[in-house]
Nanobody, 120 residues
Framework: QVQLVESGGGLVQPGGSLRLSCAAS????????MRWYRQAPGKERELVAG???????NYADSLKGRFTISRDNAKNTVYLQMDSLKPEDTAVYYCNADVARTPYRILEVWGQGTLVTVSS
């Protein structure tokens, strides 16, 4: 079984920063792409950023320049550095990963989510 556990969410003032972490644990052969999604109240879940196993990144156009995704393969962990936060960034942030439990069995795994609230 594989688990993704997010941490680092909380309350931050507009203009502030937060760094989210997501650690994978369990029976893992390798991890391919890792991603962050978010879901704001009353809205659909949207992709925030993704990173491949070799570090190639992609971002939602509206977030480029403020958010940075990175990963530590040795720790099976992905990070999301969020700067210049705005109230509209308030959402539950979810970690997502394509985890290979064997070379031939890849599962898409989701974390439980961590709440980020941007408010004064």
């Amino acid at each position: 079984q594989v688990q993704l556990v997010e941490s680092g969410g909380g309350l931050v003032q507009p203009g502030g920063s937060l760094r989210l972490s997501c650690a994978a644990s369990g029976s893992i052969f390798s991890i391919n792409a890792m991603r962050w999604y978010r879901q704001a109240p009353g809205k659909e879940r949207e992709l925030v950023a993704g990173i491949s196993s070799v570090g190639s990144t992609n971002y939602a156009d509206s977030l480029k320049g403020r958010f940075t995704i990175s990963r530590d393969n040795a720790k099976n962990t992905v990070y999301l550095q969020m700067d210049s936060l705005k109230p509209e960034d308030t959402a539950v942030y979810y970690c997502n990963a394509d985890v290979a439990r064997t070379p031939y069995r890849i599962l898409e795994v989701w974390g439980q989510g961590t709440l980020v609230t941007v408010s004064s």
